[in-house]
């Protein structure tokens, strides 16, 4: 991605059309160096294979409820049961942000950075909103399944769609700039560590297959790193099974 005539909030360098958000790496590159900080950056890549995950299914789950008929309740019960998975992962994801993310980066990050997490935290109000409408319209169309709950709930969930797609591209080209840099590795840690404990074991599977999707492989070993050996083992040949089981469900297709 080029971007011109953006300040990278972590060292107040000015962005040309000769710089870049590599999004692999997730940091800024400039020609004809990169910018580097004055330690090692926080490798903040996992954040990346959440959020494509996020993303994704937030993007497909309009039409997957599109495509259940009126009055077909036990397919509405399917698609709502995944609904309430990923709401319940994006409102626990911006919890542990707004409890163990925004704070120290405040504390370390340069002053000119709290408009740019000020921004952050209006997106967050305006997501839980809409995860709020979200949860309503999701009520109404399990009790009913009729077409017009149906329609209402596609609504709501495009809005929530098109608000973190918003949210998530802000972060990535701002703040996890800034966490890369002026966190350490144990604040960075708190704050995988308190996501994953948000996830009931029962669904663990399921959300690493999630992830794992299309989430980088050096990554997603690197968040199984500290698992005992057989979770290293059988955790990344089982998971991406469960998850297409559950597309196909959901999705109408294992790869969706």
């Not at 011109?4 to 590599?22: E, K």
């Not at 004809?32 to 994704?56: C, G, I, N, Q």
Request: aromatic share 4%; with cysteine; net charge negative.
């Amino acid at each position: 991605m080029n971007t011109a005539n953006t300040m990278d909030p972590s060292t107040g360098h000015q962005h040309s059309t000769r710089c870049w958000w590599d999004v692999t790496r997730a940091r800024w590159v400039c020609a004809p160096t990169a910018v580097e900080p004055d330690h090692p950056p926080v490798d903040v890549r996992d954040m990346l294979v959440v959020h494509t995950a996020l993303l994704r299914e937030f993007r497909l789950a309009p039409a997957a409820v599109a495509r259940v008929p009126a009055g077909a309740r036990r397919q509405a019960g399917r698609v709502d049961r995944h609904l309430g998975l990923l709401c319940d992962l994006l409102h626990h994801h911006h919890e542990g942000e707004d409890e163990l993310l925004w704070p120290p980066l405040r504390e370390r990050a340069p002053a000119r950075a709290a408009a740019l997490l000020d921004v952050a935290e209006a997106q967050h109000a305006g997501l839980d909103g809409a995860l709020e409408r979200v949860r309503d319209a999701r009520r109404r169309w399990v009790a009913g399944s009729d077409a017009g709950s149906r329609e209402e709930l596609v609504a709501a969930l495009q809005t929530l769609h098109g608000l973190l797609a918003e949210h998530l591209d802000t972060e990535e080209r701002t703040l996890l700039p800034l966490a890369a840099a002026h966190l350490t590795e144990a604040q960075w840690r708190a704050v995988g560590e308190a996501g994953a404990a948000a996830i009931a074991k029962s669904q663990m599977l399921l959300v690493f297959g999630m992830f794992a999707y299309e989430g980088d492989p050096e990554v997603l070993t690197t968040m199984l790193a500290e698992a005992p050996a057989p979770v290293r083992v059988l955790v990344p040949r089982v998971a991406p099974r469960v998850y297409a089981r559950r597309a196909a469900q959901v999705h109408g297709t294992p790869r969706p």
